[in-house]
Each structure stands twice: as structure tokens, then as C-alpha cells.
């Protein structure tokens, strides 16, 4: 489990666009998001991603760099990439299992007859701070009740304007 306050596990993915996402190498204003999904036979994961890449600038306008990263091979990760309405939200794939379970994220395997991959990860939404360090996390076992962006919009701009601290620190 990871701990809020502490650093996080580095992350170094591939991109749909050709280009790497590297998390040691962000420098937000803010935060960096990391919003782990199911991958591209979820279509609870597509509606979630496509809102969230319909609000990407509501994010970046509060200087915080938003990154969905799954287990994807990269040709699932394309056809999500090509098929889903996701805009300008950069899409990181082929994380391996063990680096799931490092960030604390759940893992499923796939349900006989179904078009999920053999193994992948359960959501989770993460915000680390411009030091690396954990300020948000929620993980899920599930597909539904994602966080709400409209509450979690409303909860950064507290966090951002009143300098609200990182919470459960003594975990």
C-alpha cells in the first residue's frame, strides 16, 4: 500500500503517440494524475476516459498533468487510442503486473469467454506531487463508481487555493 506523504514508484511507459511517459521526469505546477484503467474491453474505462479527456484542460488549466496508464499490449492500447473519444489525454500502456501491484492497484485475470486480456489491472486514480510524493489516492476492485470529476475539480481547487495538506499521512 502506498502511503500518502511518501514517494511514489517511478513509472517509464510507452505512449499511444510514439513518445514515453516518465513520471520522474513530470514537473507540474500542481500535481500529475494518474488514472489507472481496466483497459479496452471495458466500457465502463472508455465513458470515464472519454469524460475525462473532454475536461482535460479543467485539469491542466490547474497545473495538473493527467496521464491514463493500463496493462494494455500496445495494439489494445491503440485501438483505444484510434476508437475512443479521449482527445488530447495521453494514454501510457503496457504496465507490467508487478509494477500494478507495486502502486497498490488490484489485479484480475480474465473471465473465461470474455475480450479482457489474460491478466489486468483494477482502477485507480492517484495525484503525486511535483516532489514525487503521494498527496490522493483511490484504488478500486471494480469497474464502477469512479471518483466523480466534476467533486474531485471541486476538491483540487480547495486543496490548490487554501494549500490543504496531504491526508492520512500517519497511515
Not at 485475470?109 to 489491472?121: I, L, Q, Y
Not at 482502477?123 to 506531487?129: A, E, I
Request: aromatic share 10%; hydrophobic share 35%; glycine share 6%.
Amino acid at each position: 500500500m502506498l502511503i500518502p506523504g511518501q514517494k511514489v514508484p517511478d513509472l517509464d511507459l510507452p505512449l499511444t503517440i510514439d513518445a514515453r511517459f516518465e513520471l520522474s521526469k513530470q514537473s507540474p505546477d500542481a500535481f500529475t494524475m494518474l488514472v489507472f484503467y481496466r483497459g479496452k474491453h471495458c466500457p465502463i474505462c472508455k465513458k470515464y476516459t472519454e469524460e475525462l479527456g473532454s475536461r482535460l484542460s479543467d485539469f491542466t488549466d490547474k497545473g495538473i498533468n493527467v496521464f491514463a496508464v493500463s496493462m494494455d499490449s500496445p495494439e489494445r492500447a491503440q485501438v483505444s487510442h484510434e476508437e475512443w473519444a479521449t482527445g488530447d489525454l495521453p494514454l501510457a500502456h503496457s504496465m507490467s503486473e508487478d509494477k500494478a501491484r507495486e502502486w497498490g492497484l488490484y489485479v484480475s485475470e480474465k473471465r473465461e469467454g470474455s475480450e479482457e486480456p489474460d491478466v489486468f489491472s483494477e482502477p485507480g486514480l492517484f495525484l503525486v506531487k511535483p516532489d514525487g510524493t503521494l498527496h490522493f489516492a483511490v484504488v478500486q476492485n471494480a469497474p464502477f463508481t469512479r471518483p466523480d470529476l466534476d467533486e474531485l475539480l471541486k476538491g483540487l481547487t480547495y486543496t490548490l487555493e487554501n494549500d490543504y495538506p496531504t491526508r492520512g499521512t500517519l497511515t
